[in-house]
């Protein structure tokens, strides 16, 4: 009884497996979705993309003006304000 359903149960997974096969082989491979694309909307999705990484490099340089080095002045007062701060934790 116990091989019959083992048999059963391959049987059905094996079936499964190719009937997922032969639905995958109808879909478009690659960019199923950009086939229905016009040249324009494509044109317009690159340019959109340009602008959005655009953006983040504006974003990058920023942040790098704010980070500045600091003069060896204000190092040592942050060097002496965490030495501080670490002796008070041990307290």
Request: glycine fraction near 8%; charge should be positive; proline fraction near 2%.
């Amino acid at each position: 009884m116990k091989k019959v359903l083992t048999l059963l149960l391959t049987l059905t997974l094996a079936s499964a497996n190719v009937f997922a096969q032969q639905r995958g082989d109808r879909e478009p491979r690659g960019g199923g979705k950009n086939q229905g694309m016009s040249k324009d909307q494509r044109e317009r999705m690159r340019q959109d993309m340009r602008n959005v990484y655009q953006d983040k490099g504006g974003q990058n340089r920023q942040q790098q003006q704010q980070q500045r080095q600091m003069s060896p002045q204000e190092r040592e007062q942050l060097r002496r304000d965490i030495q501080d701060a670490n002796r008070n934790l041990r307290r």
